[in-house]
T-cell receptor, first 118, second 109 residues
Framework: DTEVTQTPKHLVMGMTNKKSLKCEQH?????MYWYKQKAKKPPELMFVYSYEKLSINESVPSRFSPECPNSSLLNLHLHALQPEDSALYLC?????????????????FGEGSWLTVV | LAKTTQPISMDSYEGQEVNITCSHNNIATNDYITWYQQFPSQGPRFIIQ???TKVTNEVASLFIPADRKSSTLSLPRVSLSDTAVYYCLAYQAGTALIFGKGTTLSVSS
Protein backbone atom coordinates (compact mmCIF):
# COMPACT_ATOMS: atom_id res chain seq x y z
CA ASP A 1 0.00 0.00 0.00
CA THR A 2 1.59 3.26 -1.17
CA GLU A 3 -1.27 5.52 -0.28
CA VAL A 4 -1.23 9.01 1.12
CA THR A 5 -4.75 10.12 2.03
CA GLN A 6 -5.73 13.78 2.13
CA THR A 7 -8.95 15.25 3.47
CA PRO A 8 -10.98 17.12 2.57
CA LYS A 9 -10.71 16.91 -1.21
CA HIS A 10 -12.33 20.32 -1.57
CA LEU A 11 -12.54 23.18 0.91
CA VAL A 12 -14.09 26.62 0.56
CA MET A 13 -13.33 29.05 3.35
CA GLY A 14 -13.74 32.72 4.08
CA MET A 15 -10.83 34.97 4.88
CA THR A 16 -11.73 35.03 8.56
CA ASN A 17 -12.25 31.29 8.93
CA LYS A 18 -10.01 28.75 10.62
CA LYS A 19 -9.80 25.39 8.91
CA SER A 20 -7.40 22.46 8.65
CA LEU A 21 -6.18 20.12 5.95
CA LYS A 22 -5.31 16.60 7.00
CA CYS A 23 -2.92 14.04 5.61
CA GLU A 24 -2.43 10.42 6.67
CA GLN A 25 -0.11 7.59 5.65
CA HIS A 26 0.41 4.12 7.06
CA UNK A 27 3.59 3.16 5.23
CA UNK A 28 5.88 3.71 8.21
CA UNK A 29 7.29 6.82 6.57
CA UNK A 30 9.08 9.28 8.86
CA UNK A 31 9.28 12.24 6.48
CA MET A 32 6.21 14.18 5.44
CA TYR A 33 5.83 17.20 3.20
CA TRP A 34 3.39 19.94 2.28
CA TYR A 35 3.43 21.42 -1.23
CA LYS A 36 1.29 24.15 -2.76
CA GLN A 37 0.39 24.08 -6.45
CA LYS A 38 -1.28 26.86 -8.41
CA ALA A 39 -2.94 26.16 -11.74
CA LYS A 40 -0.50 25.28 -14.55
CA LYS A 41 2.48 25.71 -12.21
CA PRO A 42 4.77 23.11 -10.63
CA PRO A 43 4.33 22.13 -6.99
CA GLU A 44 6.14 24.43 -4.55
CA LEU A 45 7.61 23.08 -1.34
CA MET A 46 6.16 24.59 1.84
CA PHE A 47 7.19 22.42 4.81
CA VAL A 48 9.13 19.26 5.59
CA TYR A 49 8.76 17.18 8.73
CA SER A 50 11.35 14.61 9.67
CA TYR A 51 10.61 12.28 12.58
CA GLU A 52 7.73 14.54 13.65
CA LYS A 53 9.91 17.62 13.82
CA LEU A 54 9.74 20.54 11.43
CA SER A 55 12.98 20.52 9.44
CA ILE A 56 12.22 22.86 6.54
CA ASN A 57 9.97 25.91 6.35
CA GLU A 58 10.28 27.57 2.96
CA SER A 59 9.47 31.04 4.32
CA VAL A 60 5.78 30.27 4.37
CA PRO A 61 3.52 32.99 5.85
CA SER A 62 2.39 32.33 9.42
CA ARG A 63 -1.24 32.07 8.34
CA PHE A 64 -0.22 28.51 7.38
CA SER A 65 0.64 26.46 10.45
CA PRO A 66 1.79 22.85 10.07
CA GLU A 67 1.49 20.20 12.73
CA CYS A 68 2.68 16.62 12.91
CA PRO A 69 0.88 14.93 15.86
CA ASN A 70 2.47 11.55 15.14
CA SER A 71 4.42 9.75 12.46
CA SER A 72 1.28 8.93 10.45
CA LEU A 73 -0.48 12.27 10.49
CA LEU A 74 0.26 15.71 9.11
CA ASN A 75 -2.02 18.69 9.42
CA LEU A 76 -1.99 22.13 7.86
CA HIS A 77 -3.89 24.69 9.90
CA LEU A 78 -5.25 27.65 7.95
CA HIS A 79 -6.20 31.02 9.38
CA ALA A 80 -6.83 34.44 7.87
CA LEU A 81 -6.01 33.30 4.37
CA GLN A 82 -6.15 35.49 1.29
CA PRO A 83 -7.83 34.71 -2.03
CA GLU A 84 -4.39 34.27 -3.61
CA ASP A 85 -3.85 31.31 -1.29
CA SER A 86 -6.41 29.37 -3.31
CA ALA A 87 -4.56 26.38 -4.73
CA LEU A 88 -4.12 22.62 -4.65
CA TYR A 89 -2.34 21.60 -1.46
CA LEU A 90 -0.39 18.37 -1.77
CA CYS A 91 0.86 16.16 1.01
CA UNK A 92 3.67 13.67 0.46
CA UNK A 93 5.68 11.20 2.47
CA UNK A 94 8.87 9.15 2.24
CA UNK A 95 10.85 6.75 4.41
CA UNK A 96 13.05 9.60 5.56
CA UNK A 97 14.40 12.89 4.27
CA UNK A 98 17.36 11.02 2.84
CA UNK A 99 15.59 10.79 -0.51
CA UNK A 100 17.28 9.34 -3.51
CA UNK A 101 19.67 7.11 -1.67
CA UNK A 102 20.44 3.51 -2.52
CA UNK A 103 17.35 2.41 -0.60
CA UNK A 104 15.19 3.97 -3.28
CA UNK A 105 13.49 6.40 -0.96
CA UNK A 106 10.56 7.29 -3.16
CA UNK A 107 8.34 10.23 -2.27
CA UNK A 108 4.63 9.42 -2.55
CA PHE A 109 2.02 12.12 -3.03
CA GLY A 110 -1.61 12.28 -2.08
CA GLU A 111 -4.30 13.46 -4.47
CA GLY A 112 -4.37 16.88 -2.91
CA SER A 113 -6.89 19.18 -1.28
CA TRP A 114 -8.39 21.92 -3.41
CA LEU A 115 -8.65 25.09 -1.36
CA THR A 116 -10.71 28.09 -2.40
CA VAL A 117 -10.54 31.24 -0.29
CA VAL A 118 -13.44 33.63 -0.77
CA LEU B 1 20.13 21.84 -5.74
CA ALA B 2 20.66 20.90 -9.38
CA LYS B 3 18.54 22.83 -11.81
CA THR B 4 16.92 20.88 -14.59
CA THR B 5 15.82 22.06 -18.01
CA GLN B 6 13.30 20.24 -20.12
CA PRO B 7 11.06 21.13 -23.08
CA ILE B 8 7.91 22.98 -22.15
CA SER B 9 5.72 20.79 -24.32
CA MET B 10 5.74 17.81 -26.67
CA ASP B 11 3.15 16.31 -29.00
CA SER B 12 2.84 12.68 -30.02
CA TYR B 13 0.42 10.17 -31.48
CA GLU B 14 -0.83 6.97 -29.97
CA GLY B 15 1.51 4.03 -30.41
CA GLN B 16 4.64 6.13 -30.82
CA GLU B 17 7.67 6.10 -28.57
CA VAL B 18 8.23 9.38 -26.76
CA ASN B 19 11.61 10.54 -25.50
CA ILE B 20 11.78 13.50 -23.14
CA THR B 21 15.25 14.85 -22.54
CA CYS B 22 16.24 16.67 -19.38
CA SER B 23 19.39 18.73 -18.96
CA HIS B 24 21.11 18.98 -15.57
CA ASN B 25 24.54 20.43 -16.21
CA ASN B 26 25.27 21.18 -12.56
CA ILE B 27 24.35 17.79 -11.19
CA ALA B 28 26.28 16.87 -8.05
CA THR B 29 27.89 13.54 -7.26
CA ASN B 30 25.18 12.62 -4.77
CA ASP B 31 22.26 13.70 -6.96
CA TYR B 32 19.79 11.15 -8.22
CA ILE B 33 17.52 11.70 -11.20
CA THR B 34 13.86 10.98 -10.82
CA TRP B 35 10.81 11.51 -13.00
CA TYR B 36 7.25 12.16 -11.93
CA GLN B 37 4.01 12.21 -13.91
CA GLN B 38 1.10 14.46 -13.02
CA PHE B 39 -2.43 14.39 -14.40
CA PRO B 40 -4.69 17.43 -13.99
CA SER B 41 -6.11 17.76 -10.49
CA GLN B 42 -4.04 14.86 -9.14
CA GLY B 43 -0.85 14.54 -7.15
CA PRO B 44 2.44 13.72 -8.90
CA ARG B 45 3.13 10.03 -9.39
CA PHE B 46 6.61 8.51 -9.30
CA ILE B 47 7.67 6.99 -12.62
CA ILE B 48 11.35 6.06 -12.46
CA GLN B 49 14.63 6.93 -10.79
CA UNK B 50 18.28 6.36 -11.61
CA UNK B 51 21.86 7.37 -10.98
CA UNK B 52 23.62 6.42 -14.22
CA THR B 53 23.36 4.12 -17.26
CA LYS B 54 19.93 2.66 -17.95
CA VAL B 55 16.99 1.84 -15.73
CA THR B 56 13.83 0.16 -16.96
CA ASN B 57 10.54 -0.65 -15.29
CA GLU B 58 7.08 -1.62 -16.47
CA VAL B 59 6.22 1.97 -17.33
CA ALA B 60 9.33 3.63 -18.77
CA SER B 61 13.06 3.59 -19.34
CA LEU B 62 15.57 6.13 -18.13
CA PHE B 63 18.85 6.68 -19.94
CA ILE B 64 21.66 8.56 -18.21
CA PRO B 65 25.00 9.03 -20.02
CA ALA B 66 28.32 8.68 -18.27
CA ASP B 67 28.74 12.42 -17.69
CA ARG B 68 25.27 12.56 -16.08
CA LYS B 69 24.63 16.05 -17.45
CA SER B 70 21.43 14.95 -19.09
CA SER B 71 18.89 12.16 -18.98
CA THR B 72 16.16 10.85 -21.26
CA LEU B 73 12.84 9.44 -20.20
CA SER B 74 11.50 7.00 -22.77
CA LEU B 75 7.82 6.09 -22.88
CA PRO B 76 7.15 3.17 -25.24
CA ARG B 77 3.98 3.11 -27.33
CA VAL B 78 2.15 6.00 -25.66
CA SER B 79 -1.61 6.10 -25.38
CA LEU B 80 -4.09 8.92 -24.83
CA SER B 81 -3.91 8.26 -21.10
CA ASP B 82 -0.23 9.24 -21.09
CA THR B 83 -1.22 12.85 -21.69
CA ALA B 84 0.19 14.57 -18.60
CA VAL B 85 2.94 16.80 -17.25
CA TYR B 86 6.28 15.05 -16.74
CA TYR B 87 8.77 16.43 -14.23
CA CYS B 88 12.49 15.71 -14.19
CA LEU B 89 14.17 16.26 -10.84
CA ALA B 90 17.79 15.99 -9.75
CA TYR B 91 18.27 16.15 -6.01
CA GLN B 92 20.46 15.17 -3.10
CA ALA B 93 19.64 12.87 -0.24
CA GLY B 94 18.49 14.85 2.77
CA THR B 95 16.56 17.38 0.73
CA ALA B 96 13.01 17.51 -0.55
CA LEU B 97 11.92 17.40 -4.17
CA ILE B 98 12.07 20.79 -5.86
CA PHE B 99 10.03 20.82 -9.04
CA GLY B 100 10.90 22.65 -12.24
CA LYS B 101 8.40 23.60 -14.91
CA GLY B 102 7.93 20.14 -16.39
CA THR B 103 7.04 18.96 -19.88
CA THR B 104 3.42 18.85 -20.97
CA LEU B 105 2.99 15.80 -23.18
CA SER B 106 -0.07 15.74 -25.41
CA VAL B 107 -0.96 12.44 -27.08
CA SER B 108 -3.45 12.45 -29.94
CA SER B 109 -5.24 9.65 -31.76
Amino acid sequence: DTEVTQTPKHLVMGMTNKKSLKCEQHMGHRAMYWYKQKAKKPPELMFVYSYEKLSINESVPSRFSPECPNSSLLNLHLHALQPEDSALYLCASSLSTRTGGPSGNTIYFGEGSWLTVV
Amino acid sequence: LAKTTQPISMDSYEGQEVNITCSHNNIATNDYITWYQQFPSQGPRFIIQGYKTKVTNEVASLFIPADRKSSTLSLPRVSLSDTAVYYCLAYQAGTALIFGKGTTLSVSS
